[in-house]
Nanobody, 121 residues
Framework: QVQLVESGGGLVQAGGSLRLSCAAS????????MGWYRQAPGNQRELVAD???????NYVDSVKGRFTISRDNAKNTVYLQMNSLKPEDTAVYYC???????????????WGQGTQVTVSS
């Protein structure tokens, strides 16, 4: 089994910072892309940022210059550093990783359970 465990969510004031972490564990052979998605009330889930196994990144326009995605391949962990937070960033944030389980030959997308980020004005 492969699991993604998220941490770092919480409530902060506008202008503050949070760092989200997501660690993959279990029977892992290798991990391809990892990313962060979010879903606010009344909205569809959207890609916030993702990062390839080689370190290439992309971001939704609304977070460029404020958020930074990174990964530690040795720890099977992806991070999202969120600075200058705005109330519009309030959402449930979900981690996703494309993982090949040990002993298999197919990559499969796994999702974390989600962590709440709330930014007050």
């Amino acid at each position: 089994q492969v699991q993604l465990v998220e941490s770092g969510g919480g409530l902060v004031q506008a202008g503050g910072s949070l760092r989200l972490s997501c660690a993959a564990s279990g029977s892992i052979g290798s991990i391809n892309a990892m990313g962060w998605y979010r879903q606010a009330p009344g909205n569809q889930r959207e890609l916030v940022a993702d990062i390839t196994s080689g370190g290439s990144t992309n971001y939704v326009d609304s977070v460029k210059g404020r958020f930074t995605i990174s990964r530690d391949n040795a720890k099977n962990t992806v991070y999202l550093q969120m600075n200058s937070l705005k109330p519009e960033d309030t959402a449930v944030y979900y981690c996703k990783a494309v993982v090949r389980a040990s002993g298999t030959y197919v990559y499969y997308g796994y999702w974390g359970q989600g962590t709440q980020v709330t930014v007050s004005s």
